[in-house]
């Protein structure tokens, strides 16, 4: 690749800096500095896994690496500063944040995907872009070889990089994530940006304990040494299970890929399942010892079908845990990201985070948020109660068919069959009645609501993470009366489609190792690429999955267009050397096209690309 002409780096320019202490800055600030763009948008996952990668590379080259964060949204919510503000905060991103609210910069340097890293050298050239997860390795190596060469050519300059932090206002709950109601008439509420549980009192506010140190990190033992990251939600144990289980409570510890069992009586902490590492595999259905496989991002939790059943947003799955069997596996999801009922082995969801039980057990309601959705599964089978797909959304009500919600995160079952759902980028609470299929709006005004709780008065209390409380709903608020129809504004994310000719188009993903490493079949092929289309129609030929990274579609003239759903990974070990690191690189891709006469028969895609 060393033979393609060097490619200057756009100029940065945004809506606003974040983490800057008020200073906008250019490239001219970075030079002599390697620069390490990462495109995101605070609602997507693999984004944030991708933040948590970036840490500890953040702190072993702090002197010669700059770490900026381009903020592209999707959703409508979160082109809104404030939002973005409070993003940046909740989920500890310590370095230099560019608005980019119209997706200028996401043009500018061709993202398209999110979660999207471009590597600058110090003289202000682009010398590598990858998509998705799984390059921290890579990245490593990459810098170790532009500090050696910059040094030696002397365009190296270290020092300290730009980050000024915010100050942090003093609460007692700091972007809470979920709720769970206690014997007694406490709740205990996961304190995800202070990386602790809190137990309150009946009113919501009085604080009672604390069961974790507040300190980012991961540590079982008593109630103030013990360490969460970014928990999430919470679920009792039926009363047998938890007497043999030894623990009353089960955690999503959500950035620390680990399910963690609380003893209520002293507030121990122990991990139950998870080793830790992020899922990287293969999907099976196969029962697994739970503390020896790997989790990704579990973030809620409901006791359903005798088993505790996981919302694993990372993979776009649902799993299951048995803590008498203390065994764990697949339950739901196929791991592609994106909306398809069905039987469940077969089903495709996005980013599930919140379940309830129907209080007859019969059905599972699950907020899927990359899909705006209300999906449940009953008798086996995964189906949507309201939701269009991946870039539909707004604030709609009536007919569930037509209703349209903004990345929910939240979910309550109520006795008379109806389901309420925390609509967190609406800021509302919406209720979605299956008797008579209408969706209507209960509450709003609100600040990002992630949970909505039922107490044991019959009283309602929504967990307002961006307000750092919970509140509690106007007695009436539940009744047809105090219930409103909203006909707001309905949205599609609009990326740029990429025009594409009719007839055969050949697909290519773009994958070259990082330096020191090497293509990986120890444990089979190296490659798998996943392709599929929305409406399927689009494709007549090339979806499925396969071994090669490129693939020959057929493209259907009779369709205007529509997305083409890639999922791609690769693996990689070190090359040459003893004990060698086995490394996995995997993206999802959702690719508007528009089919047109003419236009281009090759669909490149970047998983990862140097120029070094």
Same mark, same amino acid.
């Given at each position: 690749?060393g033979?393609t002409?060097r490619v200057r780096?756009?100029?940065?320019?945004g809506?606003?800096?974040l983490?800057?202490?008020?200073?906008?800055?250019?490239l001219?600030?970075?030079?002599g500095?390697?620069?390490l763009?990462?495109?995101?948008?605070?609602c997507?996952?693999?984004c944030l896994?991708v933040?948590?990668?970036?840490?500890p590379?953040?702190?072993k080259y702090a002197?010669?690496?700059v770490?900026v964060?381009?903020?592209?949204?999707?959703?409508?919510?979160e082109?809104d500063?404030?939002a973005?503000?409070?993003?940046?905060?909740?989920?500890?991103?310590?370095?230099?944040?560019l608005?980019?609210p119209?997706l200028d910069?996401w043009q500018?340097?061709?993202?398209r995907a999110?979660?999207?890293l471009?590597?600058i050298?110090p003289?202000?050239?682009?010398v590598?872009?990858?998509?998705?997860e799984g +390059?921290?390795?890579?990245?490593?190596?990459?810098?170790d070889?532009l500090?050696a060469t910059?040094e030696a050519?002397?365009?190296l300059?270290r020092?300290?990089?730009p980050?000024?932090?915010?100050?942090?206002?003093?609460?007692?709950?700091?972007?809470p994530?979920?709720a769970?109601?206690?014997d007694?008439?406490n709740?205990?509420?996961s304190?995800s940006?202070?990386?602790?549980?809190?137990?309150?009192?009946?009113?919501?506010?009085?604080?009672v304990?604390?069961i974790?140190?507040?300190?980012?990190g991961?540590?079982?033992g008593?109630a103030?040494?013990?360490a969460?990251?970014?928990?999430?939600?919470l679920c009792r144990l039926?009363e047998?299970?938890?007497?043999v289980?030894g623990?009353?409570?089960?955690?999503?510890?959500t950035?620390?890929h680990?399910?963690r069992?609380?003893k209520l009586?002293?507030?121990e902490?122990?991990?139950?399942?998870?080793t830790?590492?992020q899922?990287?595999?293969?999907?099976?259905d196969?029962?697994?010892?739970?503390?020896?496989v790997d989790l990704s991002?579990p973030w809620d939790l409901?006791w359903?079908?005798d088993k505790m059943i996981v919302?694993?947003?990372?993979?776009?799955q649902?799993w299951?845990?048995d803590p008498i069997?203390?065994?764990?596996?697949m339950?739901?999801?196929?791991?592609v990201?994106?909306?398809?009922?069905?039987?469940?082995a077969e089903a495709?969801l996005?980013?599930p985070?919140g379940?309830?039980?129907?209080?007859?057990?019969?059905?599972l309601w699950?907020?899927?948020?990359?899909?705006?959705?209300?999906r449940?599964?009953?008798?086996?089978?995964?189906?949507t109660?309201v939701g269009?797909g991946?870039?539909?959304?707004? +604030?709609?009500d009536?007919?569930a068919?037509?209703?349209?919600l903004?990345h929910?995160?939240?979910v309550?079952?109520?006795p008379d069959?109806s389901?309420?759902v925390?609509d967190t980028y609406n800021?509302?609470?919406?209720?979605?009645d299956?008797g008579s299929?209408?969706?209507s709006?209960?509450a709003d005004?609100?600040?990002?609501?992630?949970?909505?709780v039922?107490?044991?008065d019959?009283?309602?209390?929504?967990?307002?993470?961006?307000a750092?409380?919970?509140?509690?709903?106007?007695p009436?608020?539940?009744?047809a009366a105090?219930?409103s129809?909203?006909?707001?504004p309905?949205?599609?994310?609009e990326?740029r489609?990429?025009?594409v000719?009719?007839?055969e188009v050949?697909l290519?993903?773009v994958?070259?190792p990082?330096p020191?490493?090497?293509?990986d079949?120890t444990?089979?092929?190296?490659?798998r690429l996943?392709?599929?289309?929305?409406?399927p129609e689009?494709l007549l030929?090339?979806?499925?999955?396969g071994n090669?990274l490129?693939?020959r579609?057929?493209?259907n003239?009779a369709v205007a267009?529509?997305?083409?759903q890639?999922?791609a990974q690769?693996?990689?070990?070190?090359?040459?050397v003893?004990h060698?690191?086995?490394?996995?690189?995997?993206?999802d891709?959702?690719v508007?096209?528009r089919?047109?006469?003419?236009a281009?028969a090759r669909?490149?895609l970047?998983?990862r690309?140097?120029d070094?």
């Open positions: 690749m033979t002409p780096a756009p100029e940065l320019r809506r606003q800096w983490n800057t202490g008020g200073q906008n800055l250019t001219q600030d970075f030079r500095r390697c620069v763009l990462d495109f995101w948008t605070f997507c996952i693999n896994h933040l948590d990668e970036l840490r590379l953040e702190e002197d010669v690496l770490v964060g381009v903020h592209s949204p999707k959703f409508e919510h082109k500063p404030a973005l503000a409070a993003a940046v905060e909740r989920y500890g991103v310590h370095h230099p944040v608005d980019d119209e910069m500018q340097y061709a993202a999110w979660p999207t471009a590597v050298d003289e202000g050239y682009v590598a872009t990858m998509a998705g +390059h921290a390795e890579g990245l490593a190596r990459l810098v070889e500090v910059h050519k002397g365009t300059h020092g300290d990089g980050y000024v932090p915010p100050v942090e206002p003093e609460t007692t709950l700091r972007f994530g979920k769970v109601p206690l007694g008439g709740l205990l509420v304190d940006a202070r990386h602790s549980l809190v137990e309150l009192a009946p009113d919501g506010e009085t604080l304990r604390r974790g140190s507040g300190d980012r991961r540590a079982d008593p103030g040494a013990a969460f990251s970014e928990p999430q939600g039926p047998h299970v938890a007497e289980a623990y009353d409570l089960v955690v999503a510890d950035v620390n680990l399910l069992g609380v009586g002293t507030g902490v122990l991990t139950v399942a998870g830790g590492r899922w990287r595999s293969t999907v099976d196969h029962a697994h010892d739970a503390l020896s991002s409901a359903y079908d919302a694993m947003a990372g993979i776009h649902l299951w845990f069997r203390r065994t764990a596996g339950y739901a999801g196929t791991t990201e994106a909306l398809r009922d069905g039987p469940l495709w996005a980013q985070s379940l309830s039980v129907s209080t007859d057990g019969a059905r699950i907020a899927d948020s990359e899909t705006s959705a209300v449940y599964v009953e008798n086996g089978v995964l189906g109660a269009q991946l870039f539909d959304f707004g +604030h709609v009536g007919p068919d037509r209703a349209l903004q929910p995160l939240g309550c079952a109520l069959g389901v309420l925390a800021g509302a609470v919406r209720r979605f299956p299929g209408q969706v709006t209960v005004g609100l600040a990002e609501p992630s949970d909505v039922l107490t044991a019959g009283g309602v209390l929504v967990v307002e993470s961006a750092h409380r919970l509140t509690r709903l106007a009436g608020a539940l009744s105090g219930a129809t909203v006909d707001g309905r949205h599609r994310t990326r489609p990429t025009d000719a009719p007839g050949t290519d993903i994958f070259t990082a020191g490493q090497k293509l079949e444990y089979g092929p190296s490659t996943v392709v599929s289309a929305s409406p689009l030929d090339g979806a499925g999955t090669e490129s693939r579609l057929v493209v003239d267009g529509g997305v083409l890639v999922t690769a693996a990689t070990c070190d090359a040459d003893e060698a690191a086995c490394h996995l690189t995997r993206q891709w959702g508007p096209v089919v047109v006469q003419g281009t669909l490149p970047v998983l690309g140097l070094t």
